[in-house]
């Protein structure tokens, strides 16, 4: 049941946060087209795309936690030290995502829709691509924890 629980606990790691890395990664660079060619149709279309992957991966990541908590509780390891930086590390990232790098972009779109000034003269891809930076560093070092689990003594 643990070796169950465990792969679909990095099979939605892989399949949720590769897509939104990839997403939220390439968002700030389509952005500065996006803003650098006004009434672009396919460039909006693009950013659009970017948005929507970003949004719906991030929903369906709900699943990395949960999975990962199913593991934790069936390996009885919920309170060793690892798991714990984990979870404040996953929550943090969590929280950049829907509270800033969402929001943010959601901003931007609905600026080069409107073409508007304010989004134009913004530092707003500059302000996405430093986020985007934090939310990736924190989810790559859950990952490098998830591996290494300093101090466990249940495995390799
Ligand atoms: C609340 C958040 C999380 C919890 C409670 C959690 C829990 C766990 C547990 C209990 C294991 C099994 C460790 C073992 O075999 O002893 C595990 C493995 C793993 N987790 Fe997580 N996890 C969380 C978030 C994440 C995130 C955000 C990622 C990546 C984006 C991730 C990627 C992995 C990977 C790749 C493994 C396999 C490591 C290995 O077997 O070598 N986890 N997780």
Redesign the pocket.
């Known amino acids: 049941m643990t070796k169950f629980l ?1 792969s679909l ?2 099979l939605a ?1 892989v399949l949720t ?1 590769g897509p939104v890395t990839v997403a939220a990664s390439m968002f700030p660079r389509f952005l500065r087209h996006a803003l650098g060619s006004p009434g672009d149709g396919p460039a909006l279309a693009s950013l659009s795309t970017l948005h929507r992957i970003c949004r719906v991966y991030a929903g369906i990541g709900v699943a ?2 949960l999975f ?2 199913a ?2 509780s069936s ?1 009885g ?1 919920l309170g060793s030290a690892w ?1 714990i930086v ?2 404040v590390l ?1 929550t943090a ?1 969590a929280a950049v995502l829907a509270l800033w790098i969402l929001p943010a972009q959601e901003t931007a779109l609905a600026g080069v829709e409107e073409r508007a000034e304010a989004v134009a003269d913004s530092p707003l891809p500059r302000r996405l691509a430093m986020l985007t930076g934090v939310f990736n560093l924190l ?1 790559a070092t ?2 490098v924890l ?2 290494i ?1 300093p101090g ?1 003594t ?2 390799a």
């Open positions: 465990l606990h990095v790691a946060v990395v936690p990962g908590f593991t934790a390996l390891v798991l984990s979870i996953t990232a989810w859950v990952t998830m591996i689990r466990s249940t495995g």
